[in-house]
T-cell receptor
Framework: GAGVSQTPSNKVTEKGKYVELRCDPISGHTALYWYRQSLGQGPEFLIYFQGTGAADDSGLPNDRFFAVRPEGSVSTLKIQRTERGDSAVYLC??????????????FGPGTRLTVL | GNSVTQMEGPVTLSEEAFLTINCTYTATGYPSLFWYVQYPGEGLQLLLKATKADDKGSNKGFEATYRKETTSFHLEKGSVQVSDSAVYFCALSDNTDKLIFGTGTRLQVFP
């Protein structure tokens, strides 16, 4: 079956531009997560959704970052006025349930964002 | 706050050698513990997990035991293969659903 997909796989943009990163979770998964992985580091939590609503956005670094999941399936991470420090791999994960803390999260291949 | 510390890599081994990758954690309460693996060119995959103290997670010959007394979850394998070359991440999940990862340990296995 299809796993989590993310588009684009690579995105190069200029400082100050706006970017959107898309995540298609596994069908039927209610929970969706965004993480950011900088070079040589582990993934860092950004935000997670229960259905359509953002249940926890405590990991978003500042108000330039925003994410939506309007129909409870596909999610878009939006970054305004990009900065060079935003360069990283952005990972999306989905999980079948939002209840159990030990549910497996299934990760997508990531979008590598480079801000010049 | 909650955190995970794992040994720095790279870890370089010959095929059939014994592997240990150390992982310790800091958390309030009773977190669940995970090992994720990232093979070259692929996304993160769950390798194994343990949800309570003294549980042992195992998969593909890898094992890790949840040790509350030492706050550790060390990854072990008795005989590594070249195909095990990857980056391994230790992670915890507390009362929320988010994962907190360590920095990752690169394993390189040579024939």
């Amino acid at each position: 079956g299809a796993g989590v997909s993310q588009t684009p796989s690579n995105k190069v943009t200029e400082k100050g531009k706006y970017v959107e990163l898309r995540c298609d979770p596994i069908s039927g998964h209610t929970a969706l997560y965004w993480y950011r992985q900088s070079l040589g580091q582990g993934p860092e939590f950004l935000i997670y959704f229960q259905g359509t609503g953002a249940a926890d956005d405590s990991g978003l670094p500042n108000d330039r970052f925003f994410a939506v999941r309007p129909e409870g399936s596909v999610s878009t991470l939006k970054i305004q006025r990009t900065e060079r420090g935003d360069s990283a791999v952005y990972l999306c994960a989905s999980s079948p349930s939002l209840v159990l803390k030990d549910n497996e999260q299934f990760f997508g291949p990531g979008t590598r964002l480079t801000v010049l | 706050g909650n955190s995970v510390t794992q040994m720095e890599g790279p870890v370089t081994l010959s095929e059939e050698a014994f592997l240990t990758i150390n992982c310790t954690y800091t958390a309030t309460g009773y977190p669940s513990l995970f090992w994720y693996v990232q093979y070259p060119g692929e996304g993160l995959q769950l390798l194994l997990k343990a949800t309570k103290a003294d549980d042992k997670g195992s998969n593909k010959g890898f094992e890790a035991t949840y040790r509350k007394e030492t706050t550790s979850f060390h990854l072990e394998k008795g005989s590594v293969q070249v195909s095990d070359s990857a980056v391994y991440f230790c992670a915890l999940s507390d009362n929320t659903d988010k994962l907190i990862f360590g920095t990752g340990t690169r394993l390189q296995v040579f024939p």
